[in-house]
């Protein structure tokens, strides 16, 4: 049996997969990857499930090491630079790394999570379905917290199959959509506010929730409501006014009003941008938020017919020139700001 | 011909968008144990008879959070059935179960019991005693694993949240926020005044069942000195359930 050893790691990196559903009733938290587009395209990329368990990698530089034979990886999801001893690996392509070879990642660019996935997926002991990491609840496999230097991850030994690589469409831009609601007649005129600013992400975001920068949107009745359910995306404003939008490892019930939701077509683009980067909302209809839905849900299933051969692949400038950066990277990590308790939503 | 009593008609729900693949379905803006049983009782029509396309349901006091796929059915479709269910007559629960969970007051395991009593001018043994004559109903379960919010509380007992609330606060805690009282799992923060500790897991990996409370569970709690809670808290780890099912 091979394994894939955490050589070093920065912080806000656990193992994540399609999440933990059916257990919000009890107080669960979903977890799951940030960014379902980047986990389904890394793990295309070695044939596994598109949900299967992958290492969400976060902002910061990462390496790995093949131990007791050769392991094949996919990467996708934010892009970063990557080397294998000097030699500069594509990104939104799959690799075999060979017995004592370290892949070496730089810092996330262009968004905060990258995902690499495993040939045969990541072993672990499931709890409902899942072996996404939530810390806070003890929750996780093989680990129950973010990935340290030293972890192993079992690994099945490399196939040797050629290697592949992903089309994927372009980037969408453009403002976060947002449906209003289901509390935006909390708000009247801060509803205007919160559409017309311009906001920026907290530096103190993490898993739970990310802390929005920008002007204080004002609640009509005070910004105590019972509490009720919350989803992916819920955008609820506290008393100061500066909303949180509710990431995967939620509490499932919050007692802020809630001005409205990320779509679920745009969450992963949302969860991908970086801390201090502007951004804007848009408020679209029910209609145009579910046709959204079921056009991300289509280009999902297209996944595994965008998986080509690499032999005709351009290795890109932005690879190579990444390849440079990536050893340097690895010393960037700040453990400091990135991930700090949130209790906002503390009984 | 329908004689004898008949309920007034029910109010409509609001049906508000939770994103494009949640709907909340409110019965109330307060914590009202009316809004709640239709909450719970919406939530057993939609287990016993499921909708194409629902994900699963989180009951809240006032609402229920229904999770969909809006590949498979849309807000409208959905609304409308939803909305058809919760007009539909409220069935009366009888055979809620009932558990009897034991608490250690005071002290270490509860540091908010005297000054608890102190501010509603009454001692710690009135307040441990009036605290277990209630039979409570776990409303929701929230916020983190095995949270459980009971309504029921005596209206003596009723205190506001605390102005600073506690980054952490122990695993096990059993508080009062406001009209509520809660069984918290999981070490966490907390705004709520802390009265005791229960050994009771309602949240426990690799045991059977992993969750101990459902919603609509009823509960009452029966206190215990220093050297039991240590003791059952020593067979809790061992997962054993500790809280007693009682006779229906």
């Given at each position: 049996m091979s394994k894939l050893v955490v050589s070093s790691i920065g912080p806000a990196s656990s193992v994540q997969d399609g999440g933990r559903f059916g257990a919000q009733r009890y107080g669960m938290p979903p977890s799951g990857a940030m960014d379902r587009l980047g986990l389904a395209a890394a793990n295309c990329l070695v044939g596994n499930a598109v949900f299967a368990p992958c290492v969400e990698i976060g902002p910061f530089g990462a390496s790995f090491t093949a131990r007791d034979g050769a392991v094949r990886v996919g990467l996708a999801g934010a892009p970063r630079g990557a080397d294998?001893?000097?030699?500069?690996?594509?990104?939104?392509?799959?690799?075999?790394?060979?017995?004592?070879?370290?892949?070496?990642?730089?810092?996330?660019?262009?968004?905060?999570?990258?995902?690499?996935?495993?040939?045969?997926?990541?072993?672990?002991?499931?709890?409902?379905?899942?072996?996404?990491?939530?810390?806070?609840?003890?929750?996780?496999?093989?680990?129950?917290?973010?990935?340290?230097?030293?972890?192993?991850?079992?690994?099945?030994?490399?196939?040797?199959?050629?290697?592949?690589?992903?089309?994927?469409?372009?980037?969408?831009s453009g403002p976060i959509r947002v449906v209003l609601g289901p509390q935006d007649d909390e708000f009247g005129d801060g509803v205007k506010w919160f559409l017309d600013s311009e906001w920026k992400i907290s530096a103190t975001s993490d898993r739970m929730g990310y802390r929005l920068e920008g002007p204080a949107v004002t609640h009509l009745h005070g910004h105590n409501i019972v509490s009720d359910g919350t989803v992916n995306g819920s955008i609820q404003v506290p008393g100061n006014g500066q909303p949180i939008v509710l990431m995967p490892d939620r509490g499932t019930s919050g007692g802020y009003p809630?001005?409205?939701?990320?779509?679920?077509?745009?969450?992963?683009?949302?969860?991908?941008?970086?801390?201090?980067?502007?951004?804007?909302?848009?408020?679209?209809?029910?209609?145009?938020?579910?046709?959204?839905?079921?056009?991300?849900?289509?280009?999902?299933?297209?996944?595994?017919?965008?998986?080509?051969?690499?032999?005709?692949?351009?290795?890109?400038?932005?690879?190579?020139?990444?390849?440079?950066?990536?050893?340097?990277?690895?010393?960037?990590?700040?453990a400091g700001t990135w991930q700090s308790p949130s209790p906002a939503d503390a009984p | 011909m329908c004689i004898g009593t008949m309920a007034a008609p029910l109010s409509p729900p609001r049906l508000l968008p939770s994103g494009d693949a949640a709907i909340t379905v409110e019965f109330a803006r307060n914590i009202d144990d009316a809004a709640n049983r239709r909450v719970l009782a919406l939530d057993r029509r939609l287990?016993?008879?499921?909708?194409?396309?629902?994900?699963?349901?989180?009951?809240?006091?006032?609402?229920?959070?229904?999770?969909?796929?809006?590949?498979?059915?849309?807000?409208?479709?959905?609304?409308?059935?939803?909305?058809?269910?919760?007009?539909?007559?409220?069935?009366?629960?009888?055979?809620?179960r009932h558990w009897r969970i034991p608490v250690a007051y005071g002290g270490e395991h509860g540091i908010d019991l005297e000054d608890f009593a102190k501010t509603l001018r009454m001692t710690p043994d009135d307040i441990v005693a009036q605290h277990i004559a209630s039979e409570y109903k776990v409303a929701m379960i929230g916020f983190s694993p095995g949270w459980s919010y009971l309504s029921g509380l005596h209206h003596s007992l009723q205190m506001p949240r605390r102005q600073d609330p506690r980054l952490l606060t122990p695993a096990g805690t059993i508080s009062i926020g406001g009209v509520q009282t809660g069984i918290q799992c999981l070490a966490g923060p907390s705004g709520w005044h802390l009265l005791g500790r229960t050994p009771v897991r309602t949240y426990q990996l690799h045991r059977d069942p992993i969750f101990l409370l459902e919603p609509g569970d009823r509960v009452t709690f029966y206190a215990v000195d220093a050297k039991t809670f240590a003791e059952q808290d020593r067979a809790a780890e061992h997962g054993e359930l500790i809280a007693e099912m009682m006779a229906a």
């Open positions: 294998i001893g000097g030699r500069a690996i594509a990104w939104n392509a799959s690799v075999t790394l060979a017995e004592g070879e370290t892949l070496k990642l730089g810092m996330a660019r262009g968004g905060s999570f990258s995902y690499l996935a495993i040939e045969g997926g990541i072993r672990g002991e499931a709890v409902f379905g899942s072996l996404s990491v939530n810390a806070r609840a003890g929750l996780g496999s093989p680990y129950a917290r973010p990935l340290q230097s030293g972890d192993e991850l079992q690994a099945a030994p490399a196939s040797g199959v050629p290697e592949r690589r992903i089309d994927l469409p372009a980037e969408a809630k001005i409205a939701t990320v779509i679920s077509a745009d969450f992963g683009r949302f969860a991908q941008i970086p801390a201090g980067t502007g951004f804007r909302f848009r408020a679209v209809g029910m209609k145009e938020a579910q046709a959204e839905a079921k056009k991300f849900a289509e280009l999902l299933r297209s996944l595994p017919d965008r998986v080509k051969g690499i032999e005709n692949f351009d290795l890109n400038i932005e690879a190579l020139h990444g390849a440079n950066v990536a050893g340097a990277a690895v010393n960037a990590v700040d | 287990a016993s008879g499921p909708i194409e396309g629902i994900a699963e349901t989180v009951p809240t006091y006032r609402s229920l959070l229904v999770h969909y796929d809006p590949t498979r059915i849309d807000f409208d479709a959905l609304s409308g059935k939803l909305l058809e269910l919760s007009l539909a007559p409220d069935p009366i629960i009888e055979n809620a």
